[in-house]
C-alpha cells in the first residue's frame, strides 16, 4: 500500500495491536483467471516471538478460495482499524482540502491449509478460545457426529506473515491541525474518538486543544 513515510510505524506491538482489535480482514488473492478475489473473514493473530505473526482462520468448503490458496499460496491480507473525514476547517487558513484518516495494516502471508478433522478441531478449538470461551463446552456438548459434520464443512489455514505494513495517517505532517482535529474527533463518533486517543499516544501536539476550540 501507499505508505509515505511520515505515516510509515515500524512499530510491531502496534502492528500486533491492531490486528487484534479489528480482526475482521480482507484475504485477497488470484482466482484460476488471475483477478483478485476476496473475502471478509474474521482472522486471529498468533504471535511467534522470533518466528514473526501468523494468521489463523477458516472459510467455508464451497468459497473456493481455499483453492486458490492451494494453487498460489502467497496471498494479501489487510487490517482496517478506525477511521474517519477531516474537515479542512481544523486549518488556521482556508488553503486547505478534506481528507480522510485511518489506520491499518496490510500482510503478504504464504497460505498452508488445515484439512484434517483433527486439525481443523485444534483449530476451531483455538479459535473458540480467542473469541468465546464459554462456547467451548456447548461444542463439546453437540457430539462427535455433529462436529465431524461442522468440520467437514470448512477448511483451515494458516497464513504465516512474510511481510508486514503498517500505516498510521493521522496528518502527523501537518501539526498547525493538531490541535483542533483531536477537539472535533474526541467529541465525535466512536470511531473518532478512537483515532483521537492515538494521536494522544503518538504523541502528537493536541495539548492545546481546548483553546483551538475556543478560538
Not at 495491536?17 to 482472522?43: K, Q, V
Not at 496528518?171 to 493538531?178: D, F, G, L, M, T
Request: include cysteine.
Amino acid at each position: 500500500m501507499y505508505t509515505p513515510p511520515q505515516f510509515n510505524s515500524k512499530d510491531r506491538a502496534i502492528a500486533a495491536e491492531l490486528m487484534r482489535a479489528h480482526p475482521f480482514a480482507t484475504l485477497i488473492s488470484n482466482d484460476d483467471d488471475g483477478l483478485p478475489y476476496i473475502t471478509h473473514l474474521p482472522l486471529v493473530l498468533d504471535d511467534r516471538g522470533e518466528d514473526g505473526f501468523a494468521l489463523l482462520g477458516h472459510c467455508a468448503k464451497p468459497n473456493a478460495h481455499w483453492r486458490y490458496l492451494r494453487a498460489r499460496p502467497t496471498a494479501v491480507v489487510s487490517f482496517l482499524g478506525p477511521h474517519a473525514y477531516m474537515s479542512p476547517s481544523v486549518y488556521p487558513d482556508v488553503a486547505r482540502v478534506p481528507t480522510w484518516n485511518y489506520l491499518a495494516v496490510n500482510c503478504t502471508v504464504e497460505a498452508r491449509l488445515i484439512e484434517t478433522p483433527a486439525e481443523k478441531d485444534a483449530l476451531l478449538k483455538r479459535l473458540i478460545g480467542e473469541h468465546e470461551p464459554a462456547y467451548a463446552q456447548q461444542w463439546r456438548d453437540l457430539g462427535e457426529e455433529f462436529q465431524l459434520k461442522m468440520l467437514n464443512g470448512i477448511v483451515g489455514f494458516e497464513l504465516r506473515v512474510a511481510a508486514l505494513q503498517c500505516k498510521l495517517k493521522l496528518n502527523q505532517h501537518r501539526k498547525e491541525a493538531h490541535a483542533a482535529m483531536h477537539a472535533q474527533y474526541s467529541v465525535g463518533s466512536p470511531d473518532e474518538q478512537a483515532l483521537a486517543a492515538w494521536m494522544g499516544r503518538l504523541g502528537m501536539d493536541v495539548a492545546s486543544a481546548a483553546q483551538a476550540t475556543e478560538s
